[in-house]
């Protein structure tokens, strides 16, 4: 009860502090064209990624009923989408290396100049990856996961009433759960930073039960930091088996589902599944960053 009164104090003290918007909007600044190219590229190649079950579906009952049609769409759509992918891939690369480099170069340049210690500079170095991470991983995350839940939950509504009404509630339950967890990750996450900044100074002190003490530490944050993870994942996979089972009770109950669409909606119900487990990992990296950025500013 302590711990978790602790973590809501320390959620609301990140959250107040506006240090991680701050950082952010500095990073961004010089790479705001390059920023909208890539992210407008994964909006578009996500709207698509939708209607991939639903033409495989197509394709499957166009099979069965020897009609070519279907069959032929999904290979244009398959190497439209390949095309798409490609291109995201490799301008995804060269904007995020740039904007890693420039930003590193001048935080350790300016921490220096300010007199902060080495060990200090290095360990927050390091930990500024993450900050650019955010605008690759958790951007992009965020983006996907969004349109894949959304989306998912139409489609399968479209097929069934029921079936987007079982979304729904199981997002609600997700929300709730990641909400409880991610307060939780808050003071684990400062924990381990404040030991990682430490790391340097513990390594050039050399003594024996100090270094042991520190790594013990960190692999103890690290431990409780997994189990919050495998307890998400046991939950998103109870998540796909309700989904399912419900997905082929529908089936199973309706008259005029063909094979085709009920492969279609046990893809949404597993990308359902899938994704609601990014929501909490979403969370998750957002008290990390939070954390991260305060440490940037002081």
Avoid at 44 to 61: N, R
Avoid at 117 to 137: G, P, T
Avoid at 158 to 181: E, N, P, T
Avoid at 187 to 215: C, Q, Y
């Amino acid at each position: 009860m302590v711990m978790a009164r602790k973590s809501l104090d320390d959620a609301r003290e990140l959250r107040r502090s506006g240090a991680l918007i701050r950082v952010l909007r500095e990073i961004s600044r010089e790479h705001r064209g390059r920023l909208a190219v890539t992210y407008a590229l994964v909006i578009c190649t996500e709207l698509a990624m939708l209607l991939q079950p639903q033409l495989i579906g197509s394709a499957i009952d166009g099979a069965l009923s020897r009609h070519l049609s279907p069959i032929i769409t999904l290979i244009v759509f398959w190497i439209l989408l390949t095309v798409s992918e490609t291109a995201g891939a490799i301008l995804d690369t060269r904007t995020f290396g740039r904007m890693y480099f420039k930003w590193v170069s001048a935080f350790v340049v300016r921490r220096r100049k300010s007199g902060a210690e080495v060990s200090q500079v290095v360990a927050r170095s390091a930990l500024s990856r993450e900050l650019i991470d955010f605008f690759e991983m958790e951007v992009i995350g965020a983006v996907t996961t969004f349109i894949g839940l959304f989306g998912s939950a139409l489609l399968l509504a479209q097929i069934d009433v029921r079936l987007g009404l079982a979304c729904g509630v199981a997002l609600v339950i997700v929300s709730i759960s990641s909400f409880f967890m991610s307060n939780l990750a808050i003071r684990f996450h400062r924990k381990l930073n404040d030991r990682l900044e430490l790391e340097v100074d513990t390594i050039a002190d050399g003594d024996e039960v100090g270094v042991s003490r520190h790594f013990e530490e960190i692999a103890q944050w690290r431990i409780r930091l997994s189990d919050l993870s495998a307890w998400n994942f046991a939950g998103s996979r109870l998540i796909a088996l309700a989904l399912i089972v419900a997905v082929l009770y529908v089936g199973a109950s309706a008259d005029n589902i063909s094979p085709g669409t009920l492969f279609a909606a046990c893809s949404y119900a597993l990308s359902f599944a899938a994704l609601s487990t990014s929501l909490p990992m979403l969370l998750d990296q957002m008290t990390r960053l939070w954390d991260i950025a305060i440490r940037m500013e002081n």
